[in-house]
């Protein structure tokens, strides 16, 4: 999923399989990233987030990577089940941090 | 317990009239917030309150009145409503205005169709 696009991209997977959805930013200088998970009919939801000064951070059956180098950051699904099937987004602060600003999402169709 | 709650869920209204969608947290937070989200899925911000006072005004039409009574309740003001305005329109909080490793929590949402 990348910060600006012109439709929704989807990511499709078999029940079971890892799942990982990307996420490019364009500033350098951002320090804190927040993965959101959105499923059908309801709110953002807080999934997961990182700290510039770590590569990874995991939770339960998901996993998120930084990369500074190349501004790339990937949110990993082990054993992706179907209540997973969502649109997610990456996030971060900015303004000054008073304000999230929301890359353009994926969407996650999980197959039995 | 419903942390941030929003009412109605669902609107359907014509062109020109005048709606408020109504938003409540019970989390104790100091900072709240409406974002609009497309029919592309794109989520923008629109507003942001601390404890009562406007942050972030992110040159949304004036026909948009964000009314803050007090810091547990933001409530959304649309005058005149036009086609564009069609969209799911959500209220959220956090627990200060400063976001560095501090989370956003949405509501469900409310689904605004202008006809």
């Known amino acids: 999923g990348e910060s600006v696009g012109l439709h929704l991209p989807t990511l499709s997977v078999q029940e079971g399989d890892n799942s990982i959805i990307n996420c490019a930013y364009s500033n350098s200088a951002s320090d804190y990233f927040i993965w959101y998970k959105q499923e059908s009919g309801k709110g953002p939801q807080f999934i997961i987030d990182i700290r510039s000064n770590m590569d990874k951070r995991q939770g339960q059956r998901v996993t998120v990577l930084l990369n500074k180098t190349v501004k790339h950051l990937s949110l990993q699904i082990a054993a992706t089940q179907p209540g997973d099937s969502a649109v997610y987004f990456c996030a971060e602060p900015s303004g000054g941090y008073n304000k999230l600003i929301f890359g353009a999402g994926t969407r996650l169709a999980v197959h039995p | ?115």
């Not at chain 2, 005048?18 to 989390?27: R, T």
């Not at chain 2, 005004?57 to 009314?67: A, D, G, I």
């Not at chain 2, 005058?79 to 959220?92: H, P, R, T, W």
Request: net charge neutral; aromatic share 12%.
């Open chain 2, 1 to 115: 317990d419903t942390a941030v709650s929003q009412t109605p869920k669902y609107l359907v209204t014509q062109m020109g009239n005048d709606k408020s969608i109504k938003c409540e947290q019970n989390l104790g937070h100091d900072t709240m917030y409406w974002y609009k989200q497309d029919s592309k899925k794109f989520l923008k911000i629109m507003f942001s309150y601390n404890n009562k006072e406007l942050i972030i005004n992110e040159t949304v039409p004036n026909r948009f009145s964000p009314k803050s009574p007090d810091k547990a309740h933001l409530n959304l003001h649309i005058n005149s409503l036009e086609l564009g305005d069609s969209a799911v329109y959500f209220c959220a909080s956090s627990r200060r205005q400063d976001l560095s490793g501090n989370t956003i929590y949405f509501g469900e949402g409310s689904w605004l169709t202008v006809v």
